[in-house]
DNA sequence: CCGACCCCTGCATTCCTTTA
DNA sequence: TAAAGGAATGCAGGGGTCGG
């Protein structure tokens, strides 16, 4: 009778072993650029994603770290954040000493320097320009001017001169390349790479099939690829052309984000997933995307307005389906 | 110039989270 | 558990752009 108090039961001795193996991982959040420290069985196995837990408050959040909640069993689903992974500890405390001597050198040394090409940059508050932005260069004071000297001011006027002549450059080329090559409504042939995609969709049924095609890693590339490919040069034009190959205007309306009132969840979709990975191949960050599939979604109601008042119940078909929905 | 289309803004409402 | 505050959403109306 007794036994149970001379040791715990066997499925927590188990857990309690397993946990002793989780280690720490120190991480950067690709979306937010954050460096966090989180367990080891947060991160999918290439290590190229990490689950994230619903808590709003840090503290929270911070008990979930430290205690190794496991994603799957926690309540709420977790969300599921693309990561740049650093570096792995056997304990929380080497991580955040780790977390401290990677903080360190990222300020003597910018990721940017060390990892070209892949630290992308924080988005939020900065709407025109976003994604192909400069990085900021250090801030330039009076002081720091008036120390230089005459030949450094000089050679930073002929760089200055150099930058303004470069972008002029390049925006007439951009108008030239955006009036001669606007992004087509209907993706050309070798956009299409498999017959097998049924877009846009029409029906919940659609929504179904697809959601059951997607849990197929292969088909779910096709989708990425597909979808990449659609072009786009600002978050709102790239998230338009997929969205607008991806759902009606007639089922849209049927959506919202969240899945308020009697609409169904975007959100909650493995293909927003899809969406979410086309758009990032496309250096459109998580924020930016799901902002304006929100956006996208919202206006879906005020696109379909005109036409409805102009026949009840009449749809113009969908041209860009007719290409694709004959296979 | 006009109409169609699309997007944005402001406001009201609903829902969610936090706090006491 | 209820209240308060914030976030998300829906809707209507207005403005900009483009083609006829």
């Known amino acids: ?166 972008v002029q450059e390049n925006s007439t080329m951009l108008k030239k390349i955006l009036k001669d090559n606007t992004v087509p409504e209907v993706p050309s042939s070798t956009c299409v790479p498999s017959k097998n995609l049924k877009l846009p969709l029409r029906t919940f049924e659609d929504v179904a099939r697809t959601e059951m095609e997607l849990k197929n890693a292969t088909t779910r590339k096709k989708y990425v690829k597909y979808l990449s490919s659609l072009g786009g040069h600002m978050p709102k034009d790239v998230i338009k052309n997929i969205m607008q190959q991806v759902l009606t205007d007639d089922l849209a309306i049927q959506f919202n984000w969240q899945g308020r009132g009697d609409k169904k969840a975007f959100s909650h979709l493995v293909l927003t997933d899809v969406i979410r990975d086309s758009a990032l191949t496309r250096n459109v960050n998580r924020g930016d995307c799901e902002t304006e599939i929100k956006k996208y979604l919202s206006y879906a109601a005020s696109r379909k307005r005109p036409r409805e008042q102009g026949g009840p119940g009449h749809e113009i078909p969908n041209v860009i389906s007719t290409s694709l929905m004959g296979n």
């Open 1 to 166: 009778m007794n036994q149970q108090t001379a040791s715990p039961p066997l499925d927590q001795r188990l857990k309690t072993t397993a946990l002793q193996y989780i280690m720490y991982a120190v991480v950067t959040l690709q979306d937010s650029d954050e460096l966090m420290v989180v367990p080891s069985n947060w991160l999918s196995q290439d290590k190229r994603h990490c689950y994230w837990p619903p808590f709003k408050s840090t503290e929270k959040c911070m008990e979930a770290v430290e205690n190794k909640l496991n994603p799957e069993t926690e309540g709420k689903p977790w969300e599921k954040l693309n990561i740049i992974f650093l570096g792995e500890y056997g304990t929380f405390e080497k991580a955040k000493e780790g977390h401290k001597e990677i903080k360190e050198h990222e300020r003597s040394y910018p990721l940017d320097t060390v990892l070209p090409g892949i630290k992308r940059q924080r988005l939020e508050g900065s709407q025109g320009m976003s994604n192909n932005q400069l990085h900021p260069l250090p801030p330039v004071t009076p002081a720091s001017i008036s120390r230089m000297s005459a030949d450094d001011k000089v050679e930073i006027i002929q760089m200055l001169r150099d930058i303004k002549s470069k």
